[in-house]
């Protein structure tokens, strides 16, 4: 079993209710693990056996800036039901942090974890 992790992916994207953040993209920091079975390419070491996460990393990209979010939660449930589609994912763990969402703190986020 492998663990995957795709750390500090800085996307922006349109997040929050507030009216002071409707209709403006802020900064949002992902942090991703994924665990999978990578016994096939530990053994091979051929890059067709192995997961593709810049696949995955660029369809979350994708699917992250092209989309409007009123939660962080409901951004999170979006990028970890993404990892979630591909079979040979068995656990992931998505964190993201919404930049400057307090006075006084330099983040706020949200974890969520789905496994099969």
């Not at 593709?52 to 409901?74: C, G, H, M, P, Q």
Request: overall charge neutral.
């Amino acid at each position: 079993m492998g663990t995957l992790k795709i750390k500090n992916l800085l996307l922006r994207t349109c997040v929050g209710f507030n009216p002071h953040e409707i209709g403006k993209r802020q900064d949002l920091i992902i942090n991703i693990t994924i665990k999978y079975d990578s016994d096939k390419e530990e053994k091979s070491d051929k890059p067709e056996d192995a997961l593709d996460y810049r696949t995955i990393t660029k369809e979350i990209i994708e699917k992250v800036e092209k989309s409007k979010f009123n939660l962080i939660e409901a951004l999170a449930r979006l990028v970890l039901d993404t990892i979630m589609t591909y079979e040979r994912v068995s656990y992931s763990e998505v964190e993201i942090d919404k930049m400057h969402a307090l006075r006084f703190s330099e983040s706020v986020s949200i974890t969520l974890s789905a496994q099969r």
